[in-house]
């Protein structure tokens, strides 16, 4: 099973809302990434996990908030956000961090900011 | 930080023909992989190919680490090829760093 799992699949909010988008892979992975793709761009690395301790924050603002609980799973908290930030939001995993191996991606959060 | 580059960056092809996409990388790598992201934004991994040659079906990649570039080549396109084919790479655990894609239509 090389499959990795994120809920919801569309998400609307405002900008004074708080929620969060959640990733789960079930292969033993011990790194995980967040990663925004804008429409007709390449994605761009947000967050990086290594044994769910924080390894690389690409100076990401601080409305948003990344949180491994456990090895499995992995959310994004989002806070005030702004219409700029509507894109396709990545979660990718790997055996290790990245270098070492295949990253599987999941189908994406495509989140809206109105 | 490491660059990366695709070509051509749209290709429109009949179905049944062939193609070759080109990625070139401005630094030693020790991860590529090649994508193909669907309309609907999933990215399906291709081939994981640092160095190398590798063969799936119709698709095949050939790395040639020591000049910085990859080629993946698609032989009796299908209109299910159609989207956006991505190069991504990897300097030694810096960062994984994605090239701006070819997005390639294949008509029936």
């Known amino acids: 099973d090389t499959e990795v799992t994120q809920t919801p699949k569309h998400l609307v909010m405002g900008m004074t809302n708080k929620k969060s988008l959640k990733c789960e892979q079930h292969m033993g992975h011990r790194a995980m990434y967040w990663y925004k793709q804008k429409a007709k761009k390449p994605p761009e690395l947000m967050f990086v996990?290594?044994?769910?301790?924080?390894?690389i924050n690409e100076s990401v603002p601080s409305r948003f908030s990344p949180e491994c609980p456990n090895s499995s799973l992995l959310n994004l908290h989002l806070h005030a956000l702004q219409p700029e930030d509507s894109a396709l939001y990545l979660c990718a995993s790997s055996q290790r961090l990245a270098g070492t191996g295949i990253q599987y991606f999941g189908a994406g959060t495509r989140l809206s900011v109105l | 930080g490491i660059q990366v580059e695709q070509s051509p960056p749209d290709l429109i092809l009949q179905e049944g023909a062939n193609s070759t996409l080109r990625c070139n990388f401005s630094d030693s790598v020790n991860n590529l992989q090649w994508f193909h992201q669907n309309p609907w934004g999933q990215l399906i991994n291709l081939f994981y190919i640092p160095s190398g040659t590798k063969q799936n079906g119709r698709l095949s990649a050939t790395t040639v680490a020591t000049e910085r570039y990859s080629l993946l080549y698609i032989s009796s396109s299908q209109t299910t090829d159609s989207g956006v084919y991505f190069c991504?790479?990897?300097?030694?655990?810096?960062?994984?760093?994605f090239g701006p894609g070819t997005r390639l239509s294949v008509l029936p």
């Open positions: 996990y290594s044994y769910e301790k924080l390894s």
């Open positions: 991504a790479v990897d300097n030694y655990g810096q960062n994984f760093v």
